[in-house]
Structures are given as C-alpha cells and as structure tokens.
C-alpha cells in the first residue's frame, strides 16, 4: 500500500534529520537515534514498556471518550437549536479561553489523585476543542436539508440522528485529531505528578535520573502512542465517512 | 383538494421585513396537475414552502381536504449525502419505522422503474444531476403520495435528459392518479405538464393569471400547433413581468 510506504519514508527522513542533529551537537541531551531506538525495541520486546503505553493510552482513550460522550450531543443540540444556541455560546466562549490546567489543584481536591482526575483532566481540555467544532459543523447544515426531513415527516429525534450526526461526524473526526494531540501533550504534564505508571512518568523519571536514552525512548512512546491514535481514527473516517471519498 | 385563501408571506432581514407572497388565492382539484410559473426570485418556492407545509403564511389560510401523503422534490438540495441511493429513496418509510424487507421491495421497484439499477449502494455525490433527480423523483414516490409536489425538478439539466424526464414525469401523473404541483422557470414544460398554469408577477408574487391549459399531460399534445400557441401566449404574459424587472 502506498500510504504505509509514504509512512515508513516520513519516519526514516525523521530518524535521519535526528542523527544529523546528534552528530552536529554532540550533547548527552540528544543521544543517537539508534541507541534510542535499540533501547525501545528492547523494553517493547521485554514488556517492560507494555504497561506504561497501555495505562497512557487508556488514560488518553479515556479522556477523549469522556469528552466525547458529553461535547457532541451537546454540540448537536447548541447548533441545531438556534435559540439554545444564542444563550450557550456566550459560556461556551467565556469558559474556552481558560488554560484549563490551572484547574488541577481544584479537580484533585474534587476527584483525588487517582486516575480519574488525570483522566478528567484530559477530558475537560479537550471537550471545548469537540464542543466548539461540532457546534459548528451542526450550524454550518444549509436549512433545505432541514426542509427535506420535514417534508418526509421526520420527528427531532430522526432529525438528529439522519441529518444533524452525520452531515457533522466529518467535523467532530476532525475535532477528533486534534485532541489525540492535545490529550498526549496533556498526559506528559498529568503523569507528572503522583503515579508511577506511564510514559509522562518514564520520561519524567529519566530525565531525573539524567538517563537520556530512557528519556528519548519515553518520548519516541508518545509519538508512538499518538501514531497510533491517528491510525484508529483514519480507520474509523474511512468507514463511517465512506460518502465523503472521492470528493 | 388544496385551497389557498389569500395567503401572505413576509421574510426578516435584519430587522427590515420583505414581502414575498402578497395575498394569494387558488384551488387545485385532486388529481390535477397545477404548473406554477414565474420570473426568477418571485417566490416560487416560498410559495411551494407553504404549499408542502415546511412554512406556514403569516396571514391566509391552506387547506388541504383529506390530510393525504404528500411527496415534495426540493430544488437542488433533496438527497442527503452521506446516504446511498437505496437509502435515500428509503428514508421516507424508515423514517415511520415500516419493516426493512417491505422497503427493500419498494426501494428495489423503484430503483427498476426509475431506470437506476446497479446504483442502488452509490452516493449522490457519485451521480449525475439527470441520475439524482430521478432518485430524487424516487424517494418522493416511495411513500405512495396522493400529491407530488416538485420545486424546479428539472433545472440544471441538459435539454435531452430535460426532455427524457419530462417524459417520465408525464407517465407518473398518467399512471399514479395523483395531484401533482409543479414549479418551474420554463413555459415549455409548464405548458407540457401543467392543466392549470398559475402565473405569478416578479416580487412580491402576486398572482396574474390562472391560464387552463386542458390538454396537457399527454405525449401527443407537445407537437401540436395548439401547444405552440399555448407557449406564445404564457410568453406574452411573462414577458411584461421580466421586462419591468430588468427596468
Ligand atoms: N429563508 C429565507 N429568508 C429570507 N429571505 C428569503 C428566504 N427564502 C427566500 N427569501 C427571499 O424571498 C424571495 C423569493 O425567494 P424564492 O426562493 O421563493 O423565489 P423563487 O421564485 O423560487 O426563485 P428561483 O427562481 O431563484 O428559484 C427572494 O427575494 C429571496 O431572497
Ligand atoms: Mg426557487
């Protein structure tokens, strides 16, 4: 397949730019890629690292689902209902802005140090990201396909469910990507504190430790870990967007 | 029967109201078949909008005896993307939960009928515009409407396939017994399909004339002498109101 091979000359051009940057700084802070890329190879094949990908992806899936679960009915109905819609959006607009990190203290006070305030964390982030795009994806729906379900005698929930969903699914697939970034970059900053499980942890560990090598194989993890979000959603674009290919 | 008693229809635009039907009145008899003509912007399609229920006229009163299954073939925007053929040619029985087989027999006529067998599991997007408005056409008659109602169905089509579905819409209102309403910007195909051709002046549309035009809907009549001089005489009648419009 062509796109596997396009994927495999992007991260081979990558590795190469990072060797080429090694050899120039000559610095314990960058060590060689495949010094880095044997240590992965080796915590992946002895299971070492398995734990920490599959907690940091959970907690990441978690998040995303959580935010999901509560930013696209929500979403829906503040687009689709104009006059739900006038009165929401200023919160949603004052509420956006905020760099919703600050807001840890608070939430470890309300949920604890476990899981779920990490969890709750990435959701809370990324639920303005979805709210906001599929807000928009529903406004964006032109009124005569709302005109052609009424003639057709569709009730609300029809409405909904054959028009407002999937005219905006190519839009929330795309608030989607956007917060498997967000949530990665979250979970660095939420496995940083109070757990010793994860890839945020290994990294912050290592770098404690000044162990460079384990420091680049938890960050290489990540992007790992991000690349294979991004597959699964490809995936499931191409299965629910079938209608959109060829465009 | 449909009876609209001096019907009146205004829009909003930024505070400022704009007139757009001004005190209409006409019967259509079950059965018949009504063409509605008029200069582009007049508002025929608000005044289909009433007539198919999706608005509702600030003043006036519709009356539709019987509370009979309507079809309605919206310009340009009828089919949903996302959805097949066969499921936009469905979406009128699924939306009133009828079971799956009876659709699919339905859908699977029609498709035959409409001359789009091997597209049933295309998408619009996948058409051409002739191909879509004969799924348009379809999903219309699925519910076995006793009035069709059709904004403009043929526009944007070449004149050969123009004429081909001209033809096809001429066999549905011979065959189906039904009352169809037919808006359009062409005195050909108003004069072809219309045994009552209601004119409607430039904006704000009043009507002009109600012209009877008894022998249309048969394939004989469009040869005729007597049809040409039908067309000469719709087009005296429009001409006054495009002429003032271009004043
Ligand atoms: N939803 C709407 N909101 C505001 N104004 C509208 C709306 N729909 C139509 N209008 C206005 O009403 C007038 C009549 O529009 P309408 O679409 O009924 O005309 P039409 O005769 O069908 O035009 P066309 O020949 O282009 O199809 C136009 O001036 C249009 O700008
Ligand atoms: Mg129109």
Known sequence: ???????????????????????????MALPQPWLVMVDLATKLTNGSLIDDLAVSSLRALAGI???????????????????????????????????????????????????FSKIFLIALIVFFQILVTTRDGARAIHRNYFHSMKTLGATKLQIYRHLVLPATLPKILTAMRISVGTSVAILFF??????????????????????????????????LLGFMLYMLLDRIEQHVCRWMSGR | MIKVSSASLSFEHDGQFQNVLDDISFEIEAQDSCAIIGPSGCGKT?????????????????????????????????????????????????????????IRRVVDQLIEEMELAGFGNHFPGQLSGGMQQRVALARAL??????????????????????????????????????????THSIEEAAFLGRKIIILSRSPAQILKVVDNPSAVSSEYRLSEQFFQQCIRLRELLKGEVNGQEA
Request: aromatic share 8%.
């Open chain 1, 190 to 223: 939420v496995e940083s504190f109070a757990t010793t499980t994860g890839l945020g942890y290994i990294i912050m560990d290592s770098w404690g430790r000044a162990d460079y090598v384990s420091l680049y194989t938890g960050i290489s993890s990540m992007a």
């Open chain 1, 1 to 27: 397949m062509g796109r596997k091979r396009d994927i495999f000359w992007a991260a081979l051009i990558l590795l190469a730019l990072w060797q080429v940057c090694a050899l120039l700084l000559d610095s």
């Open chain 2, 46 to 102: 608000s005044l289909l909008f009433l007539l198919a229920g999706i608005l509702q006229p600030d003043s006036g009163t519709l009356a539709i005896a019987g509370n009979p299954r309507c079809g309605t073939i919206l310009q340009n925007f009828g089919l949903f993307p996302w959805k097949t053929v066969a499921e936009n040619i469905g979406l009128g029985l699924t939306l009133k939960n009828i079971d799956k087989d009876r």
């Open chain 2, 142 to 183: 699925a519910v076995e409407p006793e009035i069709l109602f059709m904004d403009e169905p043929l526009s944007s089509l070449d004149a050969l396939t123009r004429e081909r579905l001209q033809n096809l819409i001429l066999d549905i209102i011979q065959k189906r017994k039904i009352t169809t309403v037919l808006v």
């Open chain 1, 65 to 115: 689902g959580l935010a999901l679960a509560a930013a696209v009915p929500l979403g829906l109905l503040v687009g689709t209902e104009e006059q739900i819609g006038k009165r929401v959006s200023p919160f949603i607009y004052l509420l956006y802005p905020i760099p919703h990190v600050v807001l840890l203290p608070l939430i470890i006070i309300l949920f604890g140090i476990g899981n």
